[in-house]
Nanobody, 121 residues
Framework: QVQLAESGGGLVQPGGSLRLSCEAS????????RGWYRQAPGKQRELVAT???????NYADSVRGRFTTSRDAAKNTAYLQMNSLKPEDTGVYYC???????????????WGQGTQVTVSS
């Protein structure tokens, strides 16, 4: 079974940092991160960062300069480094990726289950 799972969330004080991981598991041949999203209570899911196939990342204005995406293709894992965290960054963070399953010739879209990030003093 192919799964995409986020981890690394937790409670952090304002101004602190967290690094989220997005790992795909299963019989995977290819892994391409497409974006990070977050959802605060009572609000719609919003885009945090989107990554093109060329590796270019477009960040939301609210996180630009504070968040950075990266990846380790060999480990089928992507990361979201979050610095200078603010209370308004609180929410459930999701990753989205294109995955090429072993034995398949077409890519499939996957979403993680989300990881909670709480920024509070």
């Amino acid at each position: 079974q192919v799964q995409l799972a986020e981890s690394g969330g937790g409670l952090v004080q304002p101004g602190g940092s967290l690094r989220l991981s997005c790992e795909a598991s299963g019989s995977i041949f290819g892994f391409i991160l497409r974006g990070w999203y977050r959802q605060a209570p009572g609000k719609q899911r919003e885009l945090v960062a989107t990554v093109g196939r060329g590796g270019i990342t477009n960040y939301a204005d609210s996180v630009r300069g504070r968040f950075t995406t990266s990846r380790d293709a060999a480990k089928n894992t992507a990361y979201l480094q979050m610095n200078s965290l603010k209370p308004e960054d609180t929410g459930v963070y999701y990753c989205r990726a294109d995955i090429l399953l072993s034995g398949h010739t077409t890519w499939s879209d996957y979403w993680g289950q989300g990881t909670q990030v709480t920024v509070s003093s």
